[in-house]
C-alpha cells in the first residue's frame, strides 16, 4: 500500500534563512508526488508537483523539490524564508491506477521566527 | 479552485443530525474524492468515484454515504453528526490528461 511520511510535525526557522520540509514515500508503481501548502483556516494549494521528467522541480514562491527515486524522498526547499511562508505544508503522493485518490501526509508546521 | 464548488462553507450541526455536502464540477472529470481533515493527521480519503454510478471506500468511510448520478455532482452525505465528526470537508476531483488535482474550498463543521 502507498504512504507518505513527513518527518518533523513542527519546523521553526528564521527569516531569511534555509527552509526543508521532508516528505518520504512508499509506492509499488512510479508515483506522482506533490506539495500542498495550507493557510489556516483556508483550502489547500497546490506548489509544486513531480510527474515525470525532471526530478527537480520548481513551483510557486520561491519552492522546490526534488524526486530522489533512489532514498523515495521528495523533500521541499526554499532558500530564503519569508514571514509569509509560516503555514502548514503537505505532501501528497497519487499512483495512476485504480482509485488515483491522494494519499497525503500527516503534514508539517512551518513557524518563521523574525 | 476554479471549477470545483463545495457548499456549504460552514455548518452548525446537533449531534445526531444528518446532513449532506454538495461537490460539483463542471470539467468534466471522471475521478472524484471526498476527504476530511483532522488536526494533526492531514487529510485522509473517504469515499472516491471513478464515474457516474461508481463510487467505492476509501480509508474512513464510516458514518458516511456517497452516491454518483451525474458526472458533475458527488455529493457526501453525513449519517448521524458526533462531536468526533468536525474535521474539515474538502471534495476534489481530478483531471486525468493534466495530472492536475482541483479541490472545493472545503466545508467547516461543528457538532453541538
Known amino acids: 500500500a502507498q504512504s507518505v511520511t513527513q518527518l518533523g510535525s513542527h519546523v521553526s526557522v528564521s527569516e531569511g534563512a534555509l527552509v526543508l520540509l521532508r516528505c518520504n514515500y512508499s509506492?509499488?508503481?512510479?508515483?506522482?508526488l506533490f506539495w500542498y501548502v495550507q493557510y489556516p483556516n483556508q483550502g489547500l494549494q497546490l506548489l509544486l508537483k513531480?510527474?515525470?521528467?525532471?526530478?527537480l522541480v520548481k513551483g510557486i514562491n520561491g519552492f522546490e523539490a526534488e524526486f530522489k527515486k533512489s532514498e523515495t524522498s521528495f523533500h521541499l526547499t526554499k532558500p530564503s524564508a519569508h514571514m509569509s511562508d509560516a503555514a502548514e505544508y503537505f505532501c501528497?503522493?497519487?499512483?495512476?491506477?485504480?482509485?488515483?485518490?491522494?494519499?497525503f501526509g500527516s503534514g508539517t508546521r512551518l513557524q518563521v521566527q523574525p | 479552485n476554479a471549477g470545483v464548488t463545495q457548499t456549504p462553507k460552514f455548518q452548525v450541526l446537533k449531534t445526531g443530525q444528518s446532513m449532506t455536502l454538495q461537490c460539483a464540477q463542471d470539467?468534466?472529470?471522471?475521478?472524484m474524492s471526498w476527504y476530511r481533515q483532522d488536526p494533526g493527521m492531514g487529510l485522509r480519503l473517504i469515499h472516491y468515484?471513478?464515474?457516474?454510478?461508481?463510487?467505492d471506500q476509501g480509508e474512513v468511510p464510516n458514518g458516511y454515504n456517497v452516491s454518483r448520478s451525474t458526472t458533475e455532482d458527488f455529493p457526501l452525505r453525513l449519517l448521524s453528526a458526533a462531536p468526533s465528526q468536525t474535521p474539515v470537508y474538502f471534495c476534489?476531483?481530478?483531471?486525468?490528461?493534466?495530472?492536475?488535482?482541483?479541490f472545493g474550498e472545503g466545508s467547516w463543521l461543528t457538532v453541538v
Open positions: 501528497a503522493l497519487r499512483e495512476d491506477t485504480g482509485r488515483r485518490a491522494l494519499t
Open positions: 509506492s509499488s508503481v512510479p508515483p506522482y
Open positions: 513531480y510527474t515525470t521528467g525532471a526530478t
Open positions: 470539467m468534466n472529470h471522471e475521478y
Open positions: 468515484s471513478v464515474g457516474a454510478g461508481i463510487t
Open positions: 476534489a476531483s481530478l483531471d486525468l490528461a493534466g495530472n492536475t488535482i482541483y
